[in-house]
């Protein structure tokens, strides 16, 4: 694959958008600025005492974007690649995707430069925990609620949870949702994000006429966003599943396959690849298939300017967080491909981990179908909103979220006023 010309810095890309929605907005240069900004930065370095008895020190961040609207809230990420702009171009994202779906909290996300594949989990725990520690002079339930992200999960989540209730001397489950079911989590956080990318993908289906039973699905990325959507979309819309991939690549069957089975080989082998029935497909062939729904599930910046004009999908719902440039959307837009953007696709994680946090402050716990009924109220209002802004302002469905998302942002401002 040839090298696409435009930036894949994700705070670059990020910011872009921003000026985008925000010239069609006409918002003030200072607003604009304020928008474009993270508000707070935290940089830790801290030694970790590895299984050989050796110190390593480890690099983590946690950017809080905005909380005008609410408490910061946003992920943690494990990841090679983790930068302070990746980090802050996720906060950013943050900020509008809980915007964008109405619910009371500003942006923030944390990430920490390591490499999770090649630690015990005594390492892993003992890396949390200090993170978490050197983190906490910013973090909690009432200012800043961390949640899990690539390579994070419910364990990593509780690691959290007990270093900060330790500290406290008493439990404080509402400081990070995600959380395993028995310290405080909700049914149905676990499949959230995937469940609203398939009410956001349905909801875009009957836009375009098309029925979602036995449309074909390609997901780049099996892994907890990308394998519930491809489950959910097998099981409950009765679509076929043609490819999947994971990080070490990925399988294709016209047939299709049953994500659960693909699952079962995954926890076998450690991949997706080898599954029997099947034909390799790359990470790059993956995106441009013959199929009606892409959803690409894994990182940033794989939909670019380079391979946008041979995507050949009808709907794509972006489970992952920017996988696609502001040039790509262009050429998405004029081809007619509807495109669910992240801030809306992806926003039923943050959902229901909203309702992990309220059912935590109450201390009153919801049924797995209220969690779902309340999700899908959520999802479907924020898709008609931005569907609405989309048909009145003639822009394509991302800067029609990003609209949304702004406005709400900005009145929030015009209320709170600038300090002092
Ligand atoms: P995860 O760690 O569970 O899964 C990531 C998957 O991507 C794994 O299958 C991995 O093998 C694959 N992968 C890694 N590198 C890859 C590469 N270079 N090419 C192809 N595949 C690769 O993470 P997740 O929680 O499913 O998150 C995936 C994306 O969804 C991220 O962009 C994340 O920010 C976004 N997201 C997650 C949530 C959530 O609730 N977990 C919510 C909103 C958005």
Request: with cysteine; glycine share 10%; aromatic share 8%.
């Amino acid at each position: 694959m040839s090298k696409p010309k435009e930036t894949l810095n994700p705070f670059e890309i990020a910011r872009t958008q921003i000026d985008r929605a925000g010239k069609k907005l006409n918002l003030d240069a200072g607003m604009l600025e304020i928008l474009k900004n993270p508000r707070r930065e935290l940089t830790v370095h801290f030694p970790v005492k590895m299984d050989d008895g050796t110190v390593k020190v480890f690099t983590g961040y946690r950017v809080q974007y905005n909380d005008a609207v609410g408490p910061f809230k946003g992920g943690i990420r494990y990841h090679w690649n983790v930068s302070l702009d990746e980090v802050r171009a996720l906060s950013c994202w943050m900020t509008w995707k809980c915007a964008v779906m109405g619910i009371p909290y500003g942006g923030a996300k944390g990430g920490v430069i390591c490499n999770p594949k090649e630690m015990s989990k005594d390492e892993l725990e003992h890396m949390t925990r200090r993170y978490a520690s050197e983190i906490s002079i910013i973090i909690g339930p009432e200012k800043d609620i961390p949640a899990p992200d690539v390579y994070t999960d419910g364990q990593t989540m509780a690691w959290i949870m007990d270093t900060i209730s330790m500290a406290k001397g008493f439990a404080v489950p509402g400081v990070v949702t995600g959380k395993p079911l028995a310290i405080g989590g909700s049914l149905g956080r676990d499949e959230a994000t995937s469940r609203g990318l398939m009410y956001a993908v349905r909801e875009a289906a009957k836009k375009m006429k098309l029925t979602l039973k036995g449309a074909t699905v390609a997901v780049q990325g099996f892994g907890n966003v990308g394998m519930h959507f491809a489950r959910l979309m097998h099981d409950e819309q009765g679509s076929k599943i043609v490819a999947v991939t994971d990080s070490k690549g990925g399988i294709f069957s016209e047939k299709g396959v049953d994500p659960k089975e693909v699952l079962a080989f995954k926890e076998k082998t450690g991949s997706v690849v080898g599954f029997p029935g099947t034909k390799p497909v790359s990470n790059e062939e993956v995106l441009e298939l013959e199929v009606d729904i892409l959803a690409p599930c894994a990182l940033e910046g794989v939909l670019t300017s380079e391979n946008a004009p041979r995507v050949k999908a009808k709907i794509i719902g972006e489970g992952a967080n920017g996988p696609t440039t502001p040039e790509a959307d262009d050429i998405f837009h004029k081809r007619g491909i509807v495109l669910m953007p992240d801030i809306l696709a992806n926003g039923g994680g943050v959902t229901v981990s909203y309702f992990e946090w309220v059912q935590n402050l109450s201390e009153f716990f919801w049924t797995k179908s209220e969690v779902d009924q309340k999700l899908e109220g959520v999802m479907v209002g924020a898709f008609n909103r931005v569907w609405d802004m989309r048909e009145a302002k003639k822009v394509d469905t991302r800067q029609a979220a990003y609209m949304v998302a702004i406005n709400r942002v900005v009145e929030a401002y015009k209320w709170r006023g600038i300090f002092p």
